[in-house]
Nanobody, 116 residues
Framework: QVQLVESGGGLVQPGGSLRLSCAAS????????MSWYRQAPGKERELVAT????????NYADSVKGRFTISRDNAKNTLYLQMNSLKPEDTAKYYC?????????WGKGTLVTVSS
């Protein structure tokens, strides 16, 4: 079955960096549109970044443009999110999502806390 497992979260100081990974299995990863979402305490889940299956075109939320980079390694079935210049408002649980033949699949998330 489809599995998405996020990792790489943790506690980081403002201005620091983290790289999140999402290991995918159970489907043809290279055919899926992949996204990162996040949900802060008391807030709705929001889209952070998306990368297409063909061509690897990317899209970002305005709040992370210029600081975050989404990428994928189709040979390793892995999605990444490089997060630089982190701010306290980036604190959230980060989820990866796959859209595969019209169906959404979600991981269970990894927690990122930005605090001094």
């Amino acid at each position: 079955q489809v599995q998405l497992v996020e990792s790489g979260g943790g506690l980081v100081q403002p201005g620091g960096s983290l790289r999140l990974s999402c290991a995918a299995s159970g489907f043809t990863f290279s055919s899926a549109v992949m996204s990162w979402y996040r949900q802060a305490p008391g807030k709705e889940r929001e889209l952070v970044a998306t990368i297409t299956s063909v061509g690897g075109r990317t899209n970002y939320a305005d709040s992370v443009k210029g600081r975050f980079t989404i990428s994928r390694d189709n040979a390793k079935n892995t999605l990444y999110l490089q997060m630089n210049s982190l701010k306290p408002e980036d604190t959230a649980k980060y989820y990866c999502k796959a859209i595969y033949y019209g169906t959404d699949y979600w991981g269970k998330g990894t927690l990122v806390t930005v605090s001094s």
